[in-house]
């Protein structure tokens, strides 16, 4: 029997950000991992307890420094090898404060790329295809429904998220 079959499964969620300001679109690079030395999206995975909206706007903040609101859900990215199974929910996100710096862990630096910049070898192909879409003004959203009728629903507004 081999190992695998002996792991049980696993589902990860995981969240990506497009942060757009005039300058670019904000990378981290990677200091670990299969995308060490690559210029990604910033991102992670979720804390238990936590929406994908406030999961991502903490790992912008912690990875980069930048505290930025999100202003929608841009794309989806599912995947699975074998029975291991990973979902990527991608936000566009809006800067508030704060210049990029690196964390010093999980990356090596953080910067914005201008749509020039993308082209570059050491950008990921996925972060290359949303900066290309978000710096040419293509990039479409999925946003927060401010007019759900929450207390109706019987939900909480700050722990049941609905964007459409």
């Known amino acids: 029997m081999s190992t695998e079959a002996l792991r049980p499964p696993k589902n990860v969620t995981a969240v990506g950000a497009v942060v757009v300001r005039s300058q670019g679109i ?3 690079k990677m200091a670990y991992g299969p995308t060490k030395g690559q210029y990604m999206l910033p991102g992670g995975i979720l804390d238990p307890g936590e929406t994908l909206d406030d999961a991502v ?3 912008v903040c912690e990875e ?3 505290e930025a609101r ?3 859900v841009c794309a989806v990215r599912t995947r699975h090898d074998g029975p291991q ?3 990527y929910v991608i936000f566009l996100l809006e800067p508030i404060s704060g210049d990029p710096r690196s964390d010093g862990h999980e990356n090596e630096d953080a910067r914005y790329f201008t749509l020039d910049d993308l082209d570059a070898e050491n950008v990921t192909e996925l972060s290359r295809s949303m900066g290309k879409k978000a710096l040419s003004g293509q ?3 999925l946003e927060f429904a401010d007019d759900f009728d929450w207390e109706n629903s019987g ?3 700050k722990t ?3 964007f459409r």
């Open 85 to 87: 199974n990973d979902t």
């Open 26 to 28: 904000l990378l981290v």
């Open 64 to 66: 980069t420094g930048v």
């Open 155 to 157: 939900r909480d507004a």
């Open 139 to 141: 990039l479409k959203t």
């Open 57 to 59: 706007v903490r790992e």
């Open 70 to 72: 999100v202003l929608g």
């Open 160 to 162: 049941w998220r609905l």
